[in-house]
Structures are given as C-alpha cells and as structure tokens.
C-alpha cells in the first residue's frame, strides 16, 4: 500500500466580528495557506473565519468549517466541507484539534478559549499581531512570518 503524504492543515482562528485591518489580514492569511498547498480549518462562520476561508478559496484552496450549529447552511458561502456540530462554543475545541498548526488573529473570550485549547492541546499557536502577551504563543507581525513559519511544515 502506497502511503500519500496528508496536507497539512492550518487552523484560522479571530474574532466573528473585526475592523477592516484585521479582516484583510485574515483574507491574507488563508491565500497564504492555500498558496502553499494546505487545507484550512475554522468556526465556519463569519469575520475572521469568513475572510481567511474568501482567500483561500480565491487562491484555489480547500476549506473546513466546523460549525457550532447542527445547520451545515450555517457557514459562511467559502466553506467547502461544512462540519455541523450543535455545541455551540463547545465545537472550538474541534476546530483547533483538527489543525496542525493554529494562527490566532485578534478576537475575544472564544479566541481566548480556542488559543488555550491549541496551547493544552500542543499545538503551534502563531499569533499574528495578537495573543503575543500569552505564554507559549509565538508572535509574529507579518504575512512574510506566517509564510516562513508555514514552509516547513509543508
């Protein structure tokens, strides 16, 4: 039996509500993951998890949304496997279990939540221009930095 190598999955995870910056930084950041070959893991719904998913699908890339609802028509229209739960802010363990690595952009108490889960999990947790105050996150401030931190991995 042949074994295939397994794309890495990146887990995105923010704020379902955000400022234009970070929205665009996340956009960013799922044409990045896209570009180099990965699948990309979120919440499923909207802000930051809506925008990382717009940029990855925009680059041709691969898109799981773990919804917190039992409604797969509850994610975002960029979710390409829609995985419904019904646990509400339960399912945020999932969503960071199921990536590989896991880059945390601004958000509140459920991104607080996710980046604690990844961290108890033993996950890489990236924090891009946020959560770099929270032991065992490792900061960084740019597209460029996810994109090195990422090539390895791939």
Known sequence: MVRKSKAIQVTVVGGSSADGQTLALAESVGKAVAAQGGVLVCGGLGGVMEAAARGAKETGG???GILPTDNVESGNPYIDIAIPTGMGHGRNMLVVA?????????????????????????RRVLGLKAWGHVPGVHPINSIEELERELLPKF
């Open 98 to 122: 199921s990536g590989d690595i896991v880059v945390a952009l601004a958000g509140s108490h459920g991104t607080h939540c996710e980046v604690t889960y990844a961290l108890l999990l033993g």
């Open 62 to 64: 691969v898109t799981v």
